[in-house]
Nanobody, 126 residues
């Protein structure tokens, strides 16, 4: 069974930075793409970023391009989301997710992910 545990959320002022981590266990981490999603109060969960199994390909939602960076350390079974220049619109619960199968394709839709972490709260004050 795949387990994903996020950490690193918190409270930060606008313009600040946070780094989220997601520790994975239960299967060969390095074979799978990984993704980050977020859900703000009263809104649907949305795609934020995703990374290929090798780390060679990354994808971002337009609203975070140039501010967020997804990366991974396969030796540590961990994927990261570095978030800079945060603004109040980034306030949400952030979820790490893993697909059910491995391939070179990097999923970017909720329905393509089978495993989810419990989420970590990020709050950005103005």
């Amino acid at each position: 069974q795949v387990q994903l545990v996020e950490s690193g959320g918190g409270f930060v002022q606008a313009g600040g930075s946070l780094r989220l981590s997601c520790a994975a266990s239960g299967r060969t981490f390095s074979s799978y793409a990984m993704g980050w999603f977020r859900q703000a109060p009263g809104k649907e969960r949305e795609f934020v970023a995703a990374i290929s199994w090798s780390g060679g390909s990354t994808y971002y939602v337009d609203s975070v391009k140039g501010r967020f960076t997804i990366s991974r350390d396969n030796a540590k079974n961990t994927v990261y989301l570095q978030m800079n220049s945060l603004n109040p619109e980034d306030t949400a619960v952030y979820y790490c997710a893993a697909p059910g199968s491995y391939s070179d394709y990097v999923p970017r839709h909720i329905y393509e992910y089978n495993y989810w972490g419990q989420g970590t709260q990020v709050t950005v004050s103005s």
